[in-house]
Antibody
Framework: QVHLQESGPELVKPSGTLSLTCAVSGGSLDTNNWWSWVRQPPGKGLEWIGEIYHNGNTNYNSSLKSRLTISVDKSKTQFSLKLTSVTAADTAMYYC??????????????WGQGTLVTVSS | DIQMTQSPPSLSASVGDRVTITCRASQSITRYLNWYQQKPGKAPKVLIY???NLKSGVPSRFSGSGSGTDFTLTISSLQPEDSATYYCQHTYSTIPTFGQGTRLEIK
């Protein structure tokens, strides 16, 4: 059973870079899945950030694309997110999740437990 | 990007009630629509995929229907543990956007 776990700094300064890693256990990244990031500002709804396939192909939310990089490290069975020039608006719970490639499994499951990142000086 | 609009934003219902939540897409998404349940402090959990398919392990009181632009999530007999926020999410295009959520409270 695949398990995902986010890690990274909980506090980032304004104008800095937010960096998170999602460790995948119980399975390989070399599967027919997108490896995704979703965030949720405190008290608000879910926002899809972007995703990566094991061959390095990516899809990004157009509103974040200029600041966003998602990468994969298959040797470590993990994928990562970097978001530059952060502001208080980037304060959120950040989740990693798996999304199936085909319409029959094209939903986010499983999810990591989430990590709260606060942007503040 | 395709916009997803849920209604109502919140509702309150009693145990045993039949509850319906609606999700409307800004353009046709055929049947590529999922529903999630999120409880406070927890990650979302998928309930329904491709509009009407019940995820394994999800109670049968949950059901989904719809196609094109209009979809519904129905809870046939509300239980106390169903208190949560529910989100729809489309998978029609590369950008899988979510609805804004519906908060369901038990009276």
């Amino acid at each position: 059973q695949v398990h995902l776990q986010e890690s990274g700094p909980e506090l980032v300064k304004p104008s800095g870079t937010l960096s998170l890693t999602c460790a995948v256990s119980g399975g390989s990244l070399d599967t027919n899945n997108w490896w995704s990031w979703v965030r949720q500002p405190p008290g608000k709804g879910l926002e899809w950030i972007g995703e990566i396939y094991h061959n390095g192909n990516t899809n990004y939310n157009s509103s974040l694309k200029s600041r966003l990089t998602i990468s994969v490290d298959k040797s470590k069975t993990q994928f990562s997110l970097k978001l530059t020039s952060v502001t208080a608006a980037d304060t959120a719970m950040y989740y990693c999740a798996r999304r199936g490639l085909y319409h029959s499994d094209n939903y986010f499951d499983p999810w990591g437990q989430g990590t709260l990142v606060t942007v503040s000086s | 990007d395709i916009q997803m609009t849920q209604s109502p934003p919140s509702l309150s219902a009693s145990v045993g009630d039949r509850v319906t939540i609606t999700c409307r897409a800004s353009q046709s998404i055929t049947r590529y629509l999922n529903w999630y349940q999120q409880k406070p402090g927890k990650a979302p959990k998928v309930l329904i995929y491709v509009a009407s398919n019940l995820k394994s392990g999800v109670p049968s009181r949950f059901s989904g229907s719809g196609s094109g632009t209009d979809f519904t999530l129905t809870i046939s007999s509300l239980q106390p543990e169903d208190s949560a926020t529910y989100y729809c999410q489309h998978t029609y295009s590369t950008i899988p956007t979510f609805g804004q959520g519906t908060r369901l409270e038990i009276k």
